[in-house]
DNA sequence: CGTAGTCTTGAGTATCCTCAACGAGGGTGG
DNA sequence: CCACCCTCGTTGAGGATACTCAAGACTACG
């Protein structure tokens, strides 16, 4: 039904003690599609990608996965308010480390500590950030264009050194479900944007853009 | 162009001195498309819908619209993170009241007292909730499962007496803009929910929503 | 009562989805 | 080391859906 392609695997988890925020933490190592963690657990902790990355999804009622965030090195997760549906956070790279901190003890801190309080509403704010910009994606009316304006979403929040090339980490079937339209188009709008010179491809997941200015407007 | 029929007049102003937050704050009072704040002044101020109802847009660089969020009784906004598009706030109904409080005195109220840090993070996760449950009604595939979905949001968000009735505030185009999709198919997936008995037009604004199940599935 | 905005419906076209097939890599086990 | 399998990625054909253009009805408001 869903576009799940799970190798699944455990977690291998290291374990450390840093002192960010003031709060106890922990330093996780994930596997490829490994679970970060699950609607079941998800009030507990508070996460923060150090390397690799993370699909955040949502499983609708009828099956289809739909990827509501992607989680790169320096995003924060883990409050994501109270939704109705099924959903998670799975490690995209073999690799992927992740900082875990208790939710609670942070409220405390945040309690103690107005700076640390004022951190969070930034981080929070980032997040925020982060949704409205996807909202402006999905927006979009083309597969091209909405192909287009993740290509630079990714660039954008990527730490690359060259300016031009962006790293996709994630499969076609991330991207897929990520843009709410079919893995088919996603392949051909990637394929045409190559045709057409506005991207050209230095591996299937490696990606030089060329002319930004056409990529944003939608090429037409 | 785009969907944006205004009959955009000035704002009537009433000004009042309230102790929420323990901070000064102003209520507005605002005729139909009248806009209460645009990106150039958004750092300022923190708002809190009192009555009727806003929507929160952002113009794309092709100069279509874009609907983000719709704001009802006791939704704040006013903290949209940084983006790059244009975007502003408008009154939808005549004699939308709303709470404006100042950002800075809010953040050193926030950092005098824990409580009121705790009731912002409280705030901005709420905005989160909204954003993503609009990340999943976008998502969705069909027009008719789209449209379903947002009478059923609308619902819940409402404070309306009876549990089966909505009153839909905006208008077609407003809802198109949100659900980008066209006002036509709008109408044509509102006209298929009535035949086929999903729901119930009593007025054009005002719907009755039939089998919750069958709407929240999608029909099919 | 007229006008501007709103809502609905129709017809034709473009886009995307589904189903299907095939090729390319990566990992595992013989 | 090679064969195999599984996932991933790409491409094609046909059908379903939504968009655009167009016209007409309804509504609110001055």
Redesign the pocket.
Known sequence: LS?????ALGKAAVSASIPSFGVQSTILTYER?APIYHDTDSADHFYHVQSGAARNYALLDDGRRRIVDFLLPGDFFGFDGRHHHSFGVEAIV?GTRVTRYSRRALETAANRDPHIASELREITLDAMSRSQARLLILGR??????VAAFLIEMKERSSDGDPQVVT?L???????DYL????????????ELSRCGAIE?AG??CVRLQHRGSLASGL?
Chains 1, 2 share one sequence.
């Open positions: 576009n799940v392609p799970n190798t599609s073999r009316v083309t597969a091209i264009e909405k996709l994630m499969s076609r079937y991330d991207i897929a709410a339209i079919s893995v088919e188009t996603v392949s051909r709008a990637l394929t491809f299937k997941h037409h």
